[in-house]
């Protein structure tokens, strides 16, 4: 499990008076959950997000990791959690242009000091293309592939080292309904076989209705929507 307790994270500015943007954030993250995170703009979703990916400290609080207090530890030992256990996914999908679909999910194993015992680098790639449904594109360029297809191949790479957290911040801000609804049943049913639970940030609440919970970031804290 994910847990954070009273987090809290202020901006510091010479020039300007200090914007606490969390104040007190506590959330359980379960195993094969997804969990929607809504607020307004400038509200602190994307602080909380990657506060939660271990991409910036909080300033007070605790975060644990399946039991593992991850305040105290290094930033080596923080990159190295955050490849073994957390994927990312952005609005935009970020592919590089020259590399296929494949050789883009395949990315992140290059530097990976490990691949599960018994599995090739090319298995693991397919796995990950098979999981989202998009293997049917792995030659094809990112400008061959449409956006909502350039977003399943960024959740690929992002599942490839088989993280136990995926978070996405407004993974489907650049698509159109229909596909957006697509990637949130993908990430949906990304939760089970492994068990990964998801935590994604969007502005939208239809979409957001799909996943197994809802919080709202208002002033600094997190409420649970019913
Ligand atoms: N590195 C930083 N330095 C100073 N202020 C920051 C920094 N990062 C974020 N902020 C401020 O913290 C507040 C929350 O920002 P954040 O990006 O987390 O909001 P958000 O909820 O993700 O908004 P959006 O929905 O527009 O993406 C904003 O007022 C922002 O200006
Ligand atoms: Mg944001």
């Known amino acids: 499990m994910l847990v954070l307790k009273d987090v809290s994270k202020s901006f510091r500015r010479p020039d300007a008076e200090p914007i606490d943007v969390l104040s007190g954030v506590s959330l359980v993250v379960p195993p094969s959950t ?3 995170i809504l607020g307004r703009s400038g509200s602190g979703k994307s602080t909380l997000l990657s506060i939660m990916g271990l991409l910036e400290a909080p300033d007070g609080g605790s975060l644990e990791l399946d039991g593992v207090d991850v305040r105290p530890i290094s930033d ?6 955050r490849g073994e256990r957390l994927g990312f ?3 935009r999908a970020l592919l590089l ?3 296929s679909a494949a050789e883009n999910v395949e990315i992140p194993l290059l530097h990976a000091q490990h691949v599960p015992i018994g599995r090739t680098r090319r298995q693991l790639v397919g796995e990950a293309l098979e999981r989202v449904g998009i ?4 030659k094809h360029r990112p400008n061959q592939l449409s956006g909502g297809e ?7 790479r992002a599942l490839v080292r088989q ?3 995926l978070l996405a911040d407004e993974p489907t801000g650049n698509l159109d309904p229909a596909t957006g609804e697509r990637i949130v049943r993908t990430l949906v049913s990304l939760t089970s076989d492994p068990p990964t639970s998801v935590v994604m940030v969007t502005h939208d609440h ?3 209705a799909l996943l197994h919970k809802r919080y709202e970031l208002v002033d600094g804290r997190l409420r649970e929507m019913t």
């Open 206 to 208: 239809q979409l957001a």
């Open 76 to 81: 080596n030992a923080a990159a190295r959690l």
């Open 135 to 138: 293997s049917h594109r792995a």
């Open 97 to 99: 242009p020259s590399l």
């Open 89 to 91: 996914v952005f609005q």
């Open 163 to 165: 993280p136990t957290y």
């Open 150 to 156: 350039q977003q399943l191949v960024a959740l690929a």
């Open 34 to 36: 997804a969990i929607g």
